[in-house]
């Protein structure tokens, strides 16, 4: 059967590994439970970069509607707006780096 660790004795290396000669089962819990533990960390990092993806989408979206605005109200001058938008798509492209 299982059995369960208390607290005090479930310290994540402050076991000995006598402990675990004389109890195998303990052994085999405790691999299990670190690759439980290994296994929800790569889902949590998995789901980061889904968000981080889908901020990206959501910010090139920006950048196309405010590049657009521009368009039709500057008609391409240099003005201050210009260099904004050009520092908002290295900023995307900066989170687009850091997906891959």
């Known amino acids: 059967g299982t059995r369960l660790i208390s607290p005090?004795?479930?310290t994540r290396g402050c076991?000995?590994?006598?402990?675990?000669?004389?109890d195998p089962e303990a052994l085999a819990q405790t691999a299990e439970e670190l690759a439980l533990e290994s296994d929800i960390r790569a889902l949590?990092?998995?789901?980061?970069v889904?968000?981080?993806?889908?901020?990206?989408?959501?910010q090139e979206r920006h950048l196309q509607d405010w590049e657009s605005a521009m368009k039709q109200e500057l008609k391409?001058?240099?003005?201050?707006a210009n260099a904004e938008l050009e520092q908002a798509r290295q900023a995307v492209q900066k989170?687009?780096?850091?997906?891959q």
Do not use: H, N, P
């Open 8 to 10: 005090s004795t479930d």
């Open 15 to 22: 076991r000995g590994m006598a402990d675990f000669d004389e």
């Open 50 to 58: 889904l968000d981080l993806r889908r901020e990206i989408e959501v």
């Open 95 to 99: 989170l687009r780096d850091q997906c």
């Open 76 to 80: 391409g001058s240099g003005s201050r």
């Open 44 to 48: 949590e990092m998995e789901v980061a």
